[in-house]
T-cell receptor, first 117, second 115 residues
Framework: AQKITQTQPGMFVQEKEAVTLDCTYD???????LFWYKQPSSGEMIFLIY????DQQNATEGRYSLNFQKARKSANLVISASQLGDSAMYFCAMREVNAGNNRKLIWGLGTSLAVNP | DTGVSQNPRHKITKRGQNVTFRCDPISEHNRLYWYRQTLGQGPEFLTY????????KSRLLSDRFSAERPKGSFSTLEIQRTEQGDSAMYLCASSPIQGPSYEQYFGPGTRLTVT
């Protein structure tokens, strides 16, 4: 069964420093997608970055990059130059494609990131 | 371009009452998802629509839950005879039918409190 594991319940980082949030996944499907979402205290899920299982290069979106290590089944999120507004919950999710063409997301438990001034 | 909207944002109801939530997806998105998120957890999949067809329901969705998407536009999620265990954030997301990543765009959620 597909599974996402985020082992860091909480992380702290100093403003302007980089931070890595860990994510490992388990799937037997050769075709899958990995996502990171940010959830501020307001509750809305904000899409950050996507990595496809067949993508050769690590995804980058501005200050966000995804360290994709397929053999290790890990998809860690790296946030560079942290800002106070980065304080939020961060969720790793995996998209599975089943017979019904339902691209539902399987989610980890999340990591709470606090950026200190 | 407006994003996904959900109404109401907050709902407090007494146990045993019925509640209905509405989701308006991004207009060109064919796929619509409902998720439920309880405190300290990641979202859990509830149900999925492609246009007006409900193609999958999670086993989490008991007979008290029903979802519709008439005409393939907005969707409603109804919970009948609410229980305290239904207290959660209900998230709606939409995604395009084509594209390299099919990322899901989420609304602000409806927070349900059952007293």
């Amino acid at each position: 069964a597909q599974k996402i594991t985020q082992t860091q319940p909480g992380m702290f980082v100093q403003e302007k420093e980089a931070v890595t949030l860990d994510c490992t996944y388990d799937t037997s499907d050769p075709s899958y997608g990995l996502f990171w979402y940010k959830q501020p205290s307001s509750g809305e899920m904000i899409f950050l970055i996507y990595q496809g299982s067949y993508d050769q290069q690590n995804a980058t979106e501005g200050r966000y990059s995804l360290n994709f290590q397929k053999a290790r089944k890990s998809a860690n999120l790296v946030i560079s130059a942290s800002q106070l507004g980065d304080s939020a919950m961060y969720f790793c999710a995996m998209r599975e494609v089943n017979a019904g063409n339902n691209r539902k997301l399987i989610w980890g438990l999340g990591t709470s990131l606090a950026v200190n001034p | 371009d407006t994003g996904v909207s959900q109404n109401p944002r907050h709902k407090i109801t007494k146990r045993g009452q019925n509640v209905t939530f509405r989701c308006d997806p991004i207009s060109e998105h064919n796929r619509l998802y409902w998720y439920r998120q309880t405190l300290g957890q990641g979202p859990e999949f509830l149900t999925y629509f492609q246009n007006e067809a409900q193609l999958e329901k999670s086993r989490l969705l008991s007979d008290r839950f029903s979802a519709e998407r008439p005409k393939g536009s907005f969707s409603t999620l109804e919970i009948q005879r609410t229980e305290q265990g239904d207290s959660a954030m209900y998230l709606c997301a939409s995604s395009p039918i084509q594209g390299p990543s099919y990322e899901q765009y989420f609304g602000p959620g409806t927070r349900l409190t059952v007293t």
